[in-house]
């Protein structure tokens, strides 16, 4: 018959210290089920909030405009150069990009499709403040197409009111196959250009064109060369930081934060449960000190009889796998236990939340997975290396 | 395998003192299937020198080899392997596990690396007279039980050594003959050397080598 751990088991003693075995055990559970819920809820954050986000490489993006009162209506209320200036040299504000206005009158027809008309305004801003891009938004003196970026704003603003007026309502897919007739009048006289919607912004709200066509049909349609400025965009790391808000109270601008506030409630739920996580991990810590608390107890008490074991040779190398060995099933249980709760509390999440569910899959990440993975080696690592360190005090 | 005792002298004997002893820094070669009395009065250093044959103790100069492998060199690990196959022993203080039977101590040996069936355990203790004592916790047996325990429990592994320290203290003597037999009946399957180390020459061990610490 095999020589087997069973055999031996009687003379390892684990005294009446057991309610801190069932402590360390309970501890490891809630540790691991802690973690891997909360690394779960991240991910399920990260993507739900994914699409919607205007943050872009960890950015916030907002929008500032001087404050008009009633002792400014009236008067020019652009940003001069030195506003500009004094904005760029802010430490918080990690760039800004003005947004140029057409200087010229822009009415808006969608042809025969929709019975539509009216005037329009345009702008343009640099390329890296603009959250979507595609290839197509270029423009060369000649080209009678100009692309469009448009706020996804104004698409559900114009889905509400469009039933009322006999107008179809629009997607966002079908919005880029209208044609968009540009009418641009100056006093240098009219041109006519096709527009096209090329993408939807959700953090600019506003009509953007590219800026060679901005500059070139405002010299050419208006003849003024002289760019007012009443809108500029800031790129900061936060836009909740209260310094930089009470810089730009003071210099009497207004702040637009509603963009902001949905990556700042995205960035709340993923601090919460990444502190959750953390406090995960700290369980984890306290459990296994804990069990190694308990197995040097253990191992304490039964030290004559492992000494005896090794007197009458046994190996110390099987003895520490052994040992080691019959807290596998228990973490093994703990860990898949673990697992199984997270993957019904994230079934729970996507049956109660609000959440599309084809953002998300029915199975856990995988990341998730491979952390319980790692938790395990993790746990067999270290238990084994502390009952090699106690029994090799004993030798 | 043969061991080799070169000129060894433990650390608390000084040396002036050992010119009567016929181990005590001397050359000594044990091979398999000799037989070895060690004959000393208490206190002169039989223990310690069945320990330090056992790798327990390296409190001695001079050196102790298995074969050519001095054994102050041996790992643990490598010790386990010659108590499993090589060398067994029974200690004089028994090293019982107190709390487990009779048969349970000695199938913990056994089953280390199995020479004899579970059988040979009734067996042998049927021939030494505690075959009722099989099932009882060895802390309910008298001295002279345990030493019978601790004889059996030696004998259930392959080895080339046998090392016996007092064994028989608290036997009468006919049990001490029974145990005698079975233990030159064992050995002599297995070809096995004995190092056998009492207070006095024993009658049954006449004949036999004998050396004084």
Known sequence: ?395 | MQINLQEIVPDYIDKKNISGSQVWGKNIIIKKGEHLHIVAPSGTGKTSLIHFIYGLRKDYTGNISYDATDIKKLSTESFSSFRQNKISIIFQDLRLFEDQTTRENIEIKRRLHPFHPPEMIDEMAGRLGIETKLSQQVKTCSYGEKQRIAIIRSLMQPFEFLLLDEPYSHLDEVNRKKAMDLIYEECGKRNAAMIFADLKELDFLKGEKVLTL
């Not at chain 1, 080209?143 to 007026?165: G, H, R, W």
């Not at chain 1, 003071?250 to 990444?274: E, G, M, T």
């Not at chain 1, 019959?326 to 997270?342: E, H, M, N, R, S």
């Open chain 1, 1 to 395: 018959m095999e020589l087997s751990y069973k055999n031996i088991e009687p003379l390892i003693i684990s005294g009446k210290n057991i309610f801190s075995k069932w402590l360390g055990y309970f501890g490891l559970g809630i540790g691991v089920l802690l973690l891997l819920f909360s690394m779960q809820m991240f991910i399920n954050i990260q993507q739900l909030l994914k699409e919607k986000s205007p943050r872009k490489s960890g950015y916030d993006f907002i929008s500032i405009s001087k404050n008009i009162t009633n002792e400014n209506m009236g008067k020019d209320n652009s940003f001069t150069n030195e506003d500009l200036n004094k904005l760029k040299t802010y430490p918080a504000i990690e760039g800004l990009s003005p947004l140029i206005s057409n200087q010229f009158r822009v009415r808006a027809t969608a042809g025969d499709v929709i019975p539509f008309s009216t005037d329009l305004f345009l702008e343009s801003i640099d390329k890296d403040f603009i959250d979507t891009v595609p290839p197509s938004f270029t423009w060369q003196p000649g080209q009678s197409v100009v692309p469009i970026i448009f706020s996804s704003d104004f698409l559900e603003m114009y889905n509400v009111f469009a039933p009322a007026q006999g107008l179809p309502q629009l997607s966002a897919k079908t919005i880029s196959s209208i044609n968009i007739i540009l009418e641009c009048s100056g006093p240098n006289g009219t041109l006519n250009f096709k527009g096209n919607i090329v993408a939807l912004s959700d953090r600019i709200n506003s009509l953007l064109v590219p800026k060679t066509f901005m500059n070139w049909s405002n010299l050419h349609l208006s003849g003024d060369t002289a760019t007012r400025v009443s809108r500029v965009y800031i790129k900061t790391k936060d836009a909740n930081d209260p310094q930089l808000i009470s810089f730009l109270d003071q210099q009497n601008y207004h702040l637009n934060k509603d963009k902001v506030k949905f990556s700042r409630v995205k960035s709340i739920l993923q601090n919460i449960v990444s502190a959750l996580g953390i406090f995960g991990i700290l369980v984890i810590v306290m459990a296994l000190v804990l069990f190694s608390f308990y197995l040097q107890l253990m191992i304490a008490k039964s030290k004559d009889n492992l000494r005896l074991l090794l007197t009458l040779g046994y190996s110390p190398r099987w003895l520490t796998n052994s040992v080691a060995k019959t807290w596998l099933p228990v973490y093994l249980f703990i860990i898949i236990g673990a697992l199984i709760i997270t993957q019904l509390l994230h079934l729970l999440f996507l049956q109660f939340s609000f959440v599309d569910k084809e953002d998300l899959s029915f199975l856990l990440h995988w990341s998730v997975w491979l952390i319980a993975i790692l938790l395990l080696a993790l746990t067999v690592f270290i238990n084994s290396g502390l009952v090699k360190k106690e029994l090799n005090n004993i030798i």
